[in-house]
């Protein structure tokens, strides 16, 4: 096999690959990614408010006060509208870069096989690529469901700190 069948071998195997990962990444690790964070802020919102039972009831009513006060003063339709208009850029220039690169990688692919002297089985690259898929997703979204979701990245005492500090300085 000469050079040129052999960039045609890797630079399939890349793009298909890549292709695979912003795939599988904006249809379940995406989703996966949304369902840690709400676990994570449930969980840290519970080991914060543990502790609130040490503090006694008029100032947990006067804290309840100021936090509905919080919470009725923001607008969260404008905090989350510019989420989504973040997000759908981000996902316009995954698109736009993803596909120049399918683009460079086909020209790339299509130039090769123009100077290559070996008969490339197309059909035989096509399953092998298919079986390596195949292992890059289960292995990717095995990671993402089994091992990562249930990681606790979150630190209650991080976070206290964080209040503390941020309340004395007010």
């Known amino acids: 096999m000469d050079t040129h069948a052999h960039i045609i071998y890797i630079t399939l195997h890349v793009l298909l690959v890549a292709?695979?990962?912003?795939?599988?990444y904006f249809t379940l690790v995406l989703p996966l990614e949304k369902q840690i964070v709400n676990n994570q802020a449930e969980y840290l919102m519970n080991e914060m408010t543990k502790d609130f039972e040490l503090v006694p009831s008029e100032y947990k009513k006067a804290?309840?006060?100021?936090?509905?006060?919080?919470?009725?003063?923001?607008?969260?339709?404008?905090?989350?509208?510019?989420?989504?208009?973040?997000?759908?850029?981000?996902?316009?220039q995954v698109l736009i870069s993803g596909f120049i690169f399918f683009v460079l990688c086909l020209g790339l692919v299509a130039y090769c096989n123009s100077k290559t002297k070996d008969n490339i089985d197309y059909i035989?690259?096509?399953?092998?690529?298919?079986?390596?898929?195949?292992?890059?997703?289960?292995?990717?979204?095995?990671?993402m469901r089994f091992l990562s979701s249930p990681y606790l990245y979150a630190d209650p005492n991080f976070?206290?700190?964080?209040?503390?500090?941020?309340?004395?300085?007010i």
């Open 63 to 92: 804290l309840g006060g100021y936090i509905s006060w919080v919470k009725n003063d923001i607008d969260m339709k404008e905090a989350d509208n510019a989420v989504k208009e973040i997000n759908k850029g981000i996902l316009k």
């Open 159 to 169: 976070v206290k700190k964080n209040i503390y500090e941020s309340v004395l300085k």
């Open 19 to 24: 292709t695979l990962i912003c795939v599988l």
């Open 124 to 143: 035989d690259l096509s399953k092998r690529l298919c079986v390596v898929l195949l292992f890059v997703g289960a292995t990717e979204y095995m990671f």
